[in-house]
Every structure is written in structure tokens, then in C-alpha cells.
């Protein structure tokens, strides 16, 4: 583990780990509340390059592993507002925002994110790594997650539209919904994404290239974030309120 660790776990504010801790141990365990400014969040990048040991990231496994960090602080967010639903909730939720948080997660993750892993996890089977039947069964989710993702769009869409839906229906479905998206994020980086960096030579990922297309995220890239701009700026927000 890289000798300065201690200090860049120190700087972004992270709990105690011990060195017996992996990378993906550690990335798994990220508090992303902590990250509450886009300075901050840039800084992620410093972090990941100190934990992978200075390796250098292919393109494509950078946005995949930047995604991730992203969807965990989607999903705090989500999250949240999902709570509001609660009976003993004082506060009121923001419909807006859960739909759009939705609808990003039908047009990146479930259009982009999951394909490209989909191509990534099926070169690892034909190595038959290890973890092949976790493998299979995270390409399974992610059918799932698409599912599920359209279920709980639909189910929100009709409180929008009023009609009656009972609050505790709501809030079990959504939960149910994000721990689904935590476990199966949580799984990947554990056991699959450390892979790419054993598996893939720079020939592979330039195979890999012609299979995969990088797509700008709608809602974090500087570039295309203006159709997410109102959920961007709540999360931005939501984070800041929990630092303080």
C-alpha cells in the first residue's frame, strides 16, 4: 500500500483503515457526503491514482470507475428524499427530483454504464477468471437493475400524474430499488473491477475500444450536464448541507 496513504485518507476526511485493507476495500467504503464542492470531487481522481498505486487507468476504466463514485452520490441523494416518504418524516419530498434522478439512470447508466461493462465482464469469462459465476450473475442484474429502474419510474410517474399510490408502497419499492443499485456497485468494485488492471494488457484495451464508444454523462460532465442542471445543483447542495 502506497507509504502516503495515511495522509490522502487523512485529507479526504475518510474512517481508520487498516493495511490489510485492499483498494477496492477502500474505494467500496467512500463517504461521498464528504465530497461538497466540485473542487473536491475533482480531487477524487488524486485519490484513486494514490490507491491504484500510480497505475494509470485506460480511459474507459476511469469512466467506469468515475461512474460508480458518481452513482454513490446519486444514490445518497436519492436516498434521502425517498426518507421523506417515511411516516414519522417531517420533511416533504421533492418529486422533481426523484424523477429526474430516475430518469438519469435510464438514460446513462442502464444505456451506457451497464453495456460497456457487459462487453468488459464477458472478455473476463473467456479468461475464466476466478469469479466467473459472480460474473454471470452481476450480468444478470444488470438486466434486473433495468427492470427495476423502469418499475420504480413508472411507480413514481403515477404520483406525478395523482394517481393514488400509498406512501408505504413508495417507500419499500424505492428502498428496495437503491439497495439493489448499492449491493450490485459494491460487489463490482470488490471482486470484478481490480481485474482490469490484472487482466488487460494496453493490446486488450485497445480491442476493447472498438467495442466500446465513450458517451459524455449527462448530468456530471461539465459539457452535457444542462438537462440534469436542477438535480446537479441538489446534489451539490445536499452534499454541502451534510458537511456542515
Known sequence: MHRYLAYYLSFFNLRKFSQQDSVSDIYCMFDTSQYNCEHNHANVELLMSVLLGGVVMHKIQHQLHTDHYHLQRLLNCLSHEIGCYDFDSKQVPDLDIILSALDYLRTYPDKWHHPSEDIIFNRLLNRKVKVSKLIKQLQIEHEKIILETKKINELFNSVADDCIVSADELLTGAKKFIELQKQHLNKENE??????????????????????KLQDDPLFSNRSKKEFDQLYRYILDMEESRST
Open 191 to 212: 471482486f470484478i473491477y481490480p481485474l482490469m488492471n490484472t487482466e488487460f494488457s494496453e493490446k486488450d484495451w485497445r480491442e476493447i475500444e472498438k467495442e466500446i
